[in-house]
């Protein structure tokens, strides 16, 4: 298994402009989830899908939206891009353990989005 | 609302001495705490969590309820620990969101 994936590695856009990133989730997992990791800082969480559902969102404005697909991968979509939206956006799945604690969530390499 | 401190930016350790990262956690409730590394040109990777109880690569973190703290310690510090390190939480039971500190970086010194 490759763990996580996501694409593209890097991509480069200017403001306005619209982004789609991609995530394929560790075969068997059902949870995927977003986070923003801006230079300098830890992750931020930006969503988290669960069987095709939103069970979670951060604090980011309406321009971030997401979407989990029958296979479990995942889209973030970014609209009217921000030079402040420059960050490597990380992908995590989950194989979501309802008994109780929360599951260890497995990183992809992350997407490098740099916004001119 | 959850919070993760850091409050060291940049660690350095010479080689065989002690480590202690040191990780401050604000939530009203039960979390869960978690220390996820980074080495170079390597993915985040979860070392070690509190309800394991396990030792990894040598480190050790207590959750301590009354300091609301979750440091990682080695006691004998390795070329190979450098990396950067990050103290997360989330909410007990289910798989919840990941609340991250600022990261800490540590270099150890040969």
């Known amino acids: 298994d490759a763990g996580v994936t996501q694409s593209p590695t890097h991509l480069i856009k200017t403001r306005g402009q619209h982004v789609t990133l991609r995530c394929s989730p560790i075969?068997?997992?059902?949870?995927v989830s977003w986070y923003q990791q801006v230079l300098g800082q830890g992750p931020q969480f930006i969503f988290q899908y669960y069987e095709k559902e939103e069970r979670g969102r951060g604090n980011f404005p309406d321009r971030f939206s997401a979407r989990q697909f029958p296979n479990y991968s995942s889209e973030l979509n970014v609209n009217a891009l921000l030079l402040g939206d420059s960050a490597l956006y990380l992908c995590?799945?989950?194989?979501?353990?309802?008994?109780?604690?929360?599951?260890?969530?497995?990183f992809g390499p992350g997407t490098r989005l740099t916004v001119l | 609302a959850q919070r993760v401190t850091q409050p060291e930016k940049l660690l350095s350790v010479f080689k065989g001495a002690p480590v202690e990262l040191k990780c401050n956690y604000s939530y009203s409730g039960s979390p869960e705490l978690f220390w996820y590394v980074q080495y170079s040109r390597q993915r985040l990777q979860l070392l070690l969590r509190?309800?394991s109880r396990e030792s990894i690569k040598g480190f050790t973190a207590d959750l301590n309820k009354g300091e609301t703290s979750f440091h990682l310690k080695k006691p004998f510090a390795q070329e190979e620990d450098s990396a950067m390190y990050y103290c997360a939480l989330s909410k007990n039971f289910g798989n919840e969101k990941l609340t991250f500190g600022t990261g800490t970086r540590l270099t150890i010194i040969p």
């Open positions: 995590a799945s989950g194989a979501l353990d309802r008994g109780g604690g929360a599951d260890t969530q497995y």
């Open positions: 075969s068997g997992h059902k949870s």
């Open positions: 509190h309800i």
